[in-house]
Each structure stands twice: as C-alpha cells, then as structure tokens.
C-alpha cells in the first residue's frame, strides 16, 4: 500500500458495495470500524443515486477492541437480516476490520440466518476495488445461479442474452444500456437479465437460461462470464461497442452468436460521428497528440478511437487496474508507444508533461493534472466525480455513444482554438479586456479588473471578473509568470503560439537552450529551437 492524497482504486470492499448497490433485494454486511462508513457519501452525493446503499456495518470502536468483536458482527447481521428481508446477504470486512481476523465468513454460516449469506474473501492489502467488484459479481454468480436448469431448444424462440458488468458507480453504465438494449431489439435478441445494475438474487439464479453472454465492462464481468462459459456452455460476446468500428464490430459477433440478420443495427442513421471526423471543421485536428490514461477498457477504445476515427496521434497509453495490463501492453504495442501501467498519479503527472499533448484524455485525476498543465482534457474513464453522473442521456457505447464521444474530446480542441483567436486579437478595439461582453448593450461598463501582483496590469496578465449582485467574482484564468532567461521580445513572440501548445514550446526552446549554451533566449533562439524539434 501508498500513501496518497489520490487514488484511482478504493480498497476491494468499495467494490463490494458497488455491487450491492447495483442490485436489488441484496443486502452487505460490513464488518468495518467507526471511518469505514462512507457508502452514503459515495453513490448519494457522488453518484447522485436516489436510494441509499443497502450497507449494513457493525462500527465497532477502540473500546470494543477489548472484547468479543465477533459478537458485533453476528448482532448487526441479524438486524439486518429482520429489518431488510433481503434475499441474500453478502458479508466481509474492511480493509482495518481485516486486521481483528474475525472472519465474517464462517460467523455467518454459523449462525443459520434467513436467507442465502454468500462470503466474500477480499484481501485488501493485496487487491483494489475492480478486482473486489468482480469477484463480488463472481461469488454471487457461482452462489445463486441454479445448475439444474436446462436451456429450451432454439428453434422457434428468439436468442436470449445477458448483459453483464453494468453496476453502480460505473462510467456511464446507466446510459450505455439504453443503447444496448436499442442494438439488441433491432437484432431481434431477447434480455434474459442485466447484472449486477438492476437484477435481483432471484433474477441470478436464472442466468443459465440464456444462449450467451454479454460482456460489457471486462473489470467487473470477466471472471463470472468465464466461470459461466464452463458451466452452461456459455459464449461471451467481448467486443465493447465505444466508436463506430467497435460498435459494427459487436453488432456482427451479436448477429453471429443470435443467428440474426446484423443488417437492421448496422443501418442504424443515428451516428454523426463518421461524417463529422471527416469534415472541414475538424479537418484541422488531424493529426494532434493525445495522452490516454484511464481504466483498461475505455482506455484501449479510446486509443482506437483516436488514431482509426479521429486521425489523432496516440503519444501516451497507460491504465491503473494491473489485472488488465495485457491488454494496454498490446494495444501500446499497436500505436508504437511504451505503455504506462500504474496507480500513482504523480507518475502520470510527469508522464503527462514529458509528453507534451495537445489533448488529455483520462480520469477526475487527469483533469486536474491536465489544468495544472494548461492543457485542454476530456474524461473517458472511472474514476470520476459528481459532475460526470449528467442528468442528460450521454452515453458512451453504441452510435449515439460515438456521437457523444465527438463532442466531449473536439470540443476542448475547439475551445482551446477560439480562446488562442481571442488573444491573438486582443488589442483590437471589440476584443480587447476594456470592451464589454459581446451579448451586451454597446455601451455596457467594462467589467472591473484585478491586476496580478504589485505590477501594472498589461493585457496579458488581467483577471476579468463578472458581478453577482454587489460581489465581483474573479473568474479563473491560466496566468503565466515571466520567466528569468527570456527577453521581453522572445516572451512575446512566445505568447503568439496558442496557449494548449505554449509550455510545450517553452520546455522545446530550454532545452535547447541548455544544449547549445543560448542564453538568455531572444526570438532568433525561440526559432531556431521551433526548427530544430521540426526536424
């Protein structure tokens, strides 16, 4: 274990309740101290989830430590047990609770509670939360589901799936369903059950009845899918549909499995991504470099994405989740670039800066990163916070996925290109920091302005602000302080370069700076150095 201010990965009991929180008629008890107790915080305010977690925890405190902690334990199961009527319960500790060696597990067989108590063995200092989401969805799976039933024959029915991996807390999983589900109605295939988002232990133990499986989100379904393909002969649909060619990709491996004209889905009108990656508004954009970062799924689609239907240039590839470091490892391979695998932000960070992209595509963590940077940043992957749970449809599967996907990275290109062009004209008499908003009256006041530091404030350095009643509200703008080395006339030529690309400029120029002992730097330096990296 690191510690960190951040992390990517909670413990695997986080995972747990990820899981118990998808479903339903499911209850957790948790055998976790006074601290540990932060389920509500995560899918209420977070998720923005309309329904509290269905966790149960013993809290036990210091005092209790001198006693029989166990006791805690089979007390708060049977609470449970009488109050929810759940039916089936999933018991573990926490990450400190593991520490006492109460085992939960054995407490619970022993105490002939009134309904299935399914143990879960979640070694929190050896794994993190994926890994304890799906081998939550795996013992519910392998302990539910009913081996006696017998498919009925195909002929005259329609194929039925079921959808695994969507849970709670997941990127988008609400919304990509939507688009699942229109896929598979058009291929005439029938739901059998989505789990774990919505089933019930009831729905579990029916998941031998379909023909196949689904396999949406591989960290949290890999290892039930694989467990159900040896028991009831099973085939596992894994071509995740983010992008347009991933999509046509799963609707045809669907078709095959469903014996279904994939004709009707792959017809489908809806997706403006195809003709929008090729038109002259984003024609401009070919070619720009993109650091990918994120979970191992959504971090391989994107990297697809970016190179085969954007034209971008994948300059940085890496995941958090170890357990999926193949898969990075050979799509890195792909694009001809090392991969990253780890879970410290901070290596990330530096990665990030090393390489210098014009766009960063990753989690809340490189958002941040990415802000820091002066580098525009969109989100593909958990984890994420609470304003990447829209109220809106935004999915990421599917065609309407692809649209959405179009939008969330081209924009921040886009806004990058427009606020370089507004700087670029600042000392026009309509653009500059004195005129008033545009949207305006002509002769609206111009907006009061905080100058940086004790120095006069220049075009370049002014804070505007906008008024809210009688409070003026400075509104965050990337300032950059002179840097010792430079001549005035280089820093101004320096800032005619759009800003999204500006410190890569400013780190090319120092180094070769440093190589060729120019100092200090004046502009025939600056281009010297934009001709040498051009090379």
């Known amino acids: 274990m690191q510690l960190s201010v951040w992390t990517y990965e909670g413990p695997p009991h986080v995972g747990a309740m990820r899981i118990a929180t998808a479903m339903k008629g499911l209850h957790y008890v948790l055998h976790a101290p006074q601290g540990d107790t932060y389920a509500d915080l995560l899918f209420t305010m977070i998720e923005r989830r309309n329904h509290r977690p269905p966790v149960t925890y013993t809290t036990f405190e210091a005092r209790d430590l001198g006693k029989d902690t166990a006791e805690l334990f089979q007390e708060a199961a049977r609470d449970a047990a009488a109050r929810f009527k759940p039916q089936a319960m999933i018991v573990g500790a926490s990450c400190t609770a593991e520490l006492i060696q109460d085992d939960p597990a054995g407490l619970a067989e022993a105490m002939d509670l009134p309904c299935p108590a399914i143990a879960l063995e979640l070694p929190s200092y050896q794994r993190k939360e994926n890994w304890g989401a799906a081998e939550t969805f795996y013992q519910i799976v392998r302990g539910l589901a009913r081996r006696d039933l017998e498919r009925s024959p195909r002929e005259g029915r329609p194929a039925k799936a079921n959808i695994l991996g969507p849970c709670a807390l997941g990127f988008r999983h609400r919304d990509d369903l939507v688009e699942i589900h229109k896929i598979l109605d058009q291929l005439g295939v029938e739901v059998n059950l989505v789990a774990p988002l919505g089933a019930t232990p009831a ?31 099973q085939p596992a649909v894994r071509s995740v549909p983010i992008g347009v060619g991933a999509t046509r990709a799963f609707i045809a491996e669907v078709a095959e499995l469903a014996g279904a004209d994939p004709t009707p889905a792959l017809g489908d009108t809806q997706s403006r991504m195809p003709w929008w990656s090729k038109s002259v508004d984003s024609t401009y954009l070919t070619g720009k470099r993109v650091f990918i970062f994120g979970d191992a799924t959504h971090a391989v689609a994107a990297a697809r994405i970016a190179r085969d239907e954007l034209g971008f240039e994948v300059c940085g590839l890496g995941c958090y989740n170890r357990e999926f470091a193949r898969d990075i490892r050979a799509a890195a391979r792909d694009h001809g670039i090392e991969p990253l695998i780890t879970d410290d932000h901070l290596e990330v960070e530096d990665a990030i800066a090393e390489a210098a992209p014009e766009l960063v595509l990753g989690t809340q963590m490189e958002r941040h990163i990415a802000k820091r940077l002066g580098m525009p940043c969109a989100v593909i992957s958990a984890p994420v916070h609470v304003q990447d749970f829209p109220a809106r449809h935004s999915p990421q599967m599917g065609f309407e996925g692809a649209n959405v996907i179009f939008d969330t990275w081209v924009h921040p290109l886009v806004m990058g290109l427009e606020e370089h062009l507004l700087t670029m004209f600042r000392e026009d008499f309509e653009f500059s920091d004195e005129a008033g908003p545009s949207h305006h009256a002509a002769h609206s006041p111009s907006p009061a302005r905080i100058p940086v530091h004790d120095e006069p404030a220049s075009a370049e350095a002014r804070v505007p602000t906008r008024t809210d009643g009688d409070v003026a509200l400075a509104e965050p703008q990337v300032s950059e302080a002179r840097v010792e080395g430079w001549t005035d006339e280089a820093e101004r030529e320096l800032k005619k370069i759009p800003f999204f690309v500006r410190g890569k400029a400013r780190r090319n120029t120092e180094a070769f700076a440093r190589d060729h002992d120019r100092w200090p730097i004046d502009v025939e330096t600056l281009y010297e150095a934009k001709a040498h990296y051009a090379r």
């Open 203 to 233: 729905d579990i133990t029916r998941i031998g009845e379909a023909d196949f499986n689904i396999v949406l989100y591989p960290e949290i379904a890999d290892e039930a899918a694989r467990w159900l393909e040896r028991t009831f002969g």
